[in-house]
């Protein structure tokens, strides 16, 4: 936890990071009909998958994408930090935009012999990725059964596209500018040569599972709350993890607000930065960390105030 060390991700990090954790985003194409390119744009969700760092994106046969795409080839794909459970809802009632990546290029189709190249790729993810789950230690299984799995395993929505109940035209995006979004207002263009040289957290894969996870699980709420106390020094009535890197946690902490008129308090939401006390290379690691980080909390706690306090099962 101490100096010397940087604390967060570069820009081009982050980039990586989302599109990894992730695996829908918006895309939006120019409308088109037989004239040619029309000033209004076409947007629906879609999924992708990422392949030497490039998203292939899956596009349903009769999206309107496949006609525009024919005429213009320009597109941009947003995606957001994954946003599991009620994390999405509070950031909207707090009025805070997610941060999130947007990708401006052009989407070149893939021959028929370069789909099944990228659908035996996907598919041999997605069996890696479970071979993986399966060997889990207790210390990530322990947090992923509190998550949902039907809403974030990246290999439960992908699952979908190499089932032959809908057809779809894949795309390789081949990107010319990215930029990383922060809150409403905040934008970095990001170097794509950085982005290219940089690589995603390999938890990245796995982090929407493990953020909400963590959500879910009152005690390890109560434990996030020890955490700001003990590693940050602030008191929160409650805390949420917002996302998570190799390098630690961003959290969202519930403060008690300045005194109302009539004498109630309200309350309000604020974010903070949690460092691991060594970087995870990968979910093992990341999971191992927080329960030794955990327990020391724990312990201090109880050593403090001369109650037992028991840690979290993990």
């Known amino acids: 936890m101490k100096g010397g060390r940087t604390t967060v991700l570069t820009f081009a990090e982050k980039c990586k990071n989302i599109l990894a954790s992730n695996w829908q985003g918006s895309l939006n194409t120019v ?171 390999s938890l990245s894969l796995f982090s929407a599972s493990v953020i909400d996870g963590i959500n879910r699980s009152e005690a390890r709420r109560r434990a996030l709350v020890i955490f700001c106390a003990t590693y940050l020094n602030k008191i929160v009535k409650d805390a949420l993890v917002l996302s998570i890197d190799r390098k630690g946690l961003d959290l969202l902490g519930k403060f008690v607000g300045p005194m109302a008129d009539d004498g109630s308090h309200e309350y309000q939401w604020k974010e903070l930065r949690l460092l691991l006390k060594e970087e995870a290379p990968d979910v093992e690691a990341f999971c191992k960390r927080l329960v030794e980080m955990e327990e020391e909390a724990i312990k201090n706690v109880s050593s403090f105030s001369g109650l037992p306090l028991e840690p979290n099962e993990t």
């Open 31 to 201: 409308k088109a009909d037989a004239k040619g390119s029309k000033n209004e744009l076409h947007s629906s969700k879609v999924k992708y998958f990422v392949k030497r760092g490039r998203p292939y994106i899956w596009v349903p046969d009769g999206d309107l994408h496949n006609v525009n795409t024919v005429i213009d080839e320009r597109g941009s794909l947003a995606v957001t930090s994954p946003l599991p459970g009620s994390l999405a809802n509070l950031l909207q009632s707090l009025k805070k935009a997610p941060n999130r990546i947007a990708l401006v290029g052009e989407l070149i189709p893939l021959s028929d012999k370069k789909v099944k190249s990228a659908a035996e790729s996907l598919r041999e993810t997605l069996i890696s990725e479970g071979e993986a789950i399966k060997a889990f230690s207790y210390s990530v299984t322990g947090i992923l059964s509190s998550s949902d799995f039907r809403y974030t395993s990246r290999a439960e929505n992908l699952q979908e596209l190499l089932n032959r109940d809908q057809e779809y035209r894949i795309y390789k995006f081949s990107p010319s500018s990215i930029t990383y979004i922060e809150g409403k207002e905040n934008s970095h263009e990001v170097d794509l040569k950085d982005v290219e040289e940089s690589k995603a957290d």
